[in-house]
């Protein structure tokens, strides 16, 4: 009877596990609201996140910090699993990102805040952008291109 309550336990414990989302902290401009919005997205789709609220020159200092190249900034910008994560990314180029786990690559960006994509839904026409993946040499390279939610390449 104990063996049956043990692996039931550990099966309960396991499942909590498997079933709790990838925690994501999320630095951001004190009065962004697309920067919430994202948040929102990120929980709809599995993950934890933790919302980190700074002034604009510690916000600049913390992309510096981390090794955000200028030219790929946005609003917001993220940590997960000690991969930085920029801007209003779709939440399957996350899970791809940690399901591969580049050596090389530091994150992934979507440069400045394009229309309709994550979080930025105005119920506008949506533009097309690149999902860039940054590295460690401060080489980067578009992988992947969005119309608003939608993959076109």
Known sequence: MKKILFA???????????????????YHGESCGCCHNWAKYMEQNGFEVEMISLADEPLIQKKNELGLPLELASCHTAIVDGYVVEGHMPAGEIRTLLKNKPKDVIGIAVPGMPLEAPGMEQGSQPEVYDVVAFKKDGSYQSIATYKGKEKIK
Request: glycine share 16%.
């Open 8 to 26: 039931g336990a550990l099966l309960a414990a396991l499942g909590s596990y498997v079933s709790a989302g990838e925690h994501i902290k999320v």
